[in-house]
């Protein structure tokens, strides 16, 4: 296995247009998540998954986003109408998880940065 | 409201000393903390955790303590190493929660 991977690694889009990013978790891991990061800020949270199911989305986000994990392997992002305050890093991870564990570690993939112009 | 802080954007330290990131959190719900490492171009990579069960949890030379009451937890790297160099964030979760909260990092200088 060779970690978590996402494509494209850069996108640049003009402002309202869609965009749809790629994310293959670790086979073995059960949950997916999604996290967006600025410059000199941390991972925000933005939707997870266990298997096929998204089970918790941030109230931060907007309608414009959407994301899904068919068949609860890989998943895909996807951002409508962009706006430059979209720019950012989005990154995907991948863990082991399930009901009455604690978390666990993720494995992060390297993430898609997103230019809005 | 950011309920994991990380006070300090930077710290600097020398080969061989010991460096001590900090981390404060608002929510007392969170019981599980976790610790990880961004090189530029990467993502984060996971390095320790711990429970809040536990006060301290080691792995090698990276130690990580909690201090509940004071809702504070550290993580501390005995002897620093230059590849050590790195932004370190620090992450809060609870039990039957998939998603974790992060700080906002800290980078770590460490000069040969």
């Known amino acids: 296995d060779t970690g978590v991977s996402q494509d494209p690694r850069h996108k640049i889009t003009k402002r309202g247009q869609n965009v749809t990013f790629r994310c293959d978790p670790i086979?073995?891991?059960?949950?997916l998540y999604w996290y967006r990061q600025t410059l000199g800020q941390g991972p925000e949270f933005l939707t997870y998954?266990?298997?096929?199911?998204?089970?918790?989305k941030s109230r931060l986000l907007s309608d414009r986003f959407s994301a899904e994990r068919p068949k609860g392997s890989f998943s895909t992002l996807e951002i409508q109408r962009t706006e430059q305050g979209d720019s950012a890093m989005y990154l995907c991870a991948s863990s082991l998880g399930g009901v009455g564990t604690y978390p666990y570690g993720y494995t992060f993939g390297s993430g898609t940065r997103l230019t809005v112009v | 409201d950011q309920q994991v802080k990380q006070n300090s954007p930077s710290l600097s330290v020398q080969e061989g000393r010991i460096s001590i990131l900090n981390c404060d959190y608002t929510n007392s719900m969170f019981d599980y903390f976790l610790w990880y490492k961004k090189y530029p171009a990467e993502g984060p990579t996971f390095l320790i955790s711990i429970s809040s069960i536990k006060d301290k949890n080691e792995d090698g030379r990276f130690t990580v303590f909690l201090n509940k009451s004071a809702k504070h937890l550290s993580l501390h790297i005995v002897p620093s190493q230059p590849g050590d160099s790195a932004v370190y964030f620090c992450?809060?979760?609870?039990?039957?929660?998939?998603?974790?909260?992060f700080g906002d990092g800290t980078t770590l200088t460490v000069k040969p």
């Open positions: 086979s073995e891991h059960n949950r």
């Open positions: 992450a809060a979760g609870y039990t039957n929660a998939g998603k974790s909260t």
């Open positions: 998954f266990q298997n096929e199911a998204q089970l918790e």
